[in-house]
């Protein structure tokens, strides 16, 4: 069985304009290991989790889940 943890990182780092080079050179790893996360090809230690939440100034579980994130604007979201 397969442990995916997925992320919202792609989409925190376009809010705020910042590239995977500046959020690599931020944390201290290589900027394809920002790359390897946003598309789930690995799973950060809860240590690296920790401070990619902490650059973005939000709790961890907005950036991490391990169930699948709802896409926004997802008409299931909506309240009637």
């Known amino acids: 069985m397969s442990e ?7 989409m925190l ?4 304009g910042i590239s995977r080079r500046e959020l690599a050179d931020a944390l201290g790893v290589h900027y394809q290991t920002i790359g390897y996360l946003e598309r789930g090809e690995y ?9 990619i939440a902490a650059f973005f100034e939000v ?12 896409r ?3 008409s299931s979201e909506r309240s009637a």
């Open 4 to 10: 995916v943890v997925y992320n919202r990182i792609a």
């Open 13 to 16: 780092r376009a809010e705020r």
């Open 43 to 51: 799973s950060p230690s809860l240590y690296l989790a920790l401070r």
């Open 59 to 70: 709790a961890v579980e907005v950036i991490f889940s391990t169930a699948p994130f709802p």
């Open 72 to 74: 926004i604007g997802d």
